[in-house]
């Protein structure tokens, strides 16, 4: 078993997460401007379940802030119960991406534009998360029954990030509490991306863009729960896009989503109506671009 190292206060000057260590991070965790995370490769970071009332979003979080930056090979982030046990149940804040590339605001947390700040930096091989952020109810300790919060948050998150910040090539977000991945107001290219079982949405993309090169898998089959679909598309602050690149491999299992656009010459036609849980399924590679997007419409 891997030593533990807990993490309870922001990082405020540059910091090494060696492999063969489990970090583990309670309450609302920062990496502050201009300070720098490296990551080697495979190690572990557990974010605590459960209340944390000095947080922003009042759960253990991971923020990188507006001008921190990145530097890792791969690593997994998942949930943990109070003994610092991995657990297979999302009540936590997730992990949270800023950038100086647009204002943006979700969940509490927000991001302004500021040229005097230097911009984020974000390189990693792959970053997968694991039952992380939470439900809009949890359980309560003391009661055992199921409270309401009023609000959920998405297992990844990434708010204001430009292209000339974002490095990572692959993203996994698995079990997650609400939307597997979430992008606002950002311009982001990834090789790949993989979301499994959200409890919401696969994708939630506001008002933003995504590019995606080398492979798309979003499970999100069909369960008891309505309004839950493939892509998510917002635009509150603009259109929407989702790029497929030429030779991207797609798997989908889903409903696809409302009122938005796909574009492709073989993916087949969805049923984006409002309100339409028809199942939609689609599996190969790409021989031409394809493009998911919505300009008005969310």
């Not at 891997?2 to 997460?17: F, S």
């Not at 259109?239 to 991207?248: D, G, I, Q």
């Amino acid at each position: 078993m891997n030593p533990i190292e807990v993490i309870a206060g922001n990082i405020k000057k540059n910091k090494n997460l060696r492999a063969g260590i489990t970090y583990v991070v309670e309450g609302e965790v920062h990496i502050v401007k201009g300070v720098t995370l490296t990551v080697e490769d495979r190690v572990t970071i557990l974010l605590v379940n459960g209340v944390f009332p000095r947080s922003l979003v009042r759960r253990s979080v991971l923020i990188f802030d507006q001008g921190s930056k990145l530097s890792a090979k791969r690593f997994y982030v998942k949930a943990a119960d109070i003994n610092h046990k991995p657990v297979k149940h999302s009540d936590n804040g997730g992990i949270w991406f800023l950038g100086n590339f647009n204002d943006a605001s979700k969940d509490g947390v927000s991001v302004k534009v500021n040229r005097k700040n230097p911009l984020s930096a974000f390189k990693a091989d792959m970053v997968a998360a694991y039952y992380l952020g939470r439900k809009d109810t949890y359980i309560s300790k003391k009661t055992g029954k199921e409270l309401d919060i009023g609000d959920d948050i998405d297992g990844v998150s990434v708010l204001g990030v430009g292209p000339a910040e974002w490095n990572i090539s692959e993203v996994r977000s698995h079990y997650s509490g609400d939307d597997g991945f979430d992008v606002t107001n950002s311009h982001i290219k990834l090789d790949r991306l993989e979301v499994k079982h959200p409890t919401e949405d696969g994708m939630n993309v506001s008002s933003s863009r995504v590019e995606i090169h080398k492979s798309l898998l979003l499970d999100v089959r069909k369960t008891t729960e309505t309004d839950r679909d493939l892509f998510d598309l917002e635009t509150d602050d603009g259109a929407s896009f989702v790029e497929l690149y030429r030779r991207c491999w797609v798997r989908l299992d889903g409903v696809f989503g409302d009122q938005v656009v796909l574009s492709s010459k073989e993916m087949p036609k969805p049923n984006t109506k409002d309100d339409n849980e028809r199942h939609y399924s689609f599996s190969g590679q790409l021989k031409s671009s394809a493009l998911v997007f919505s300009i008005d419409e969310d």
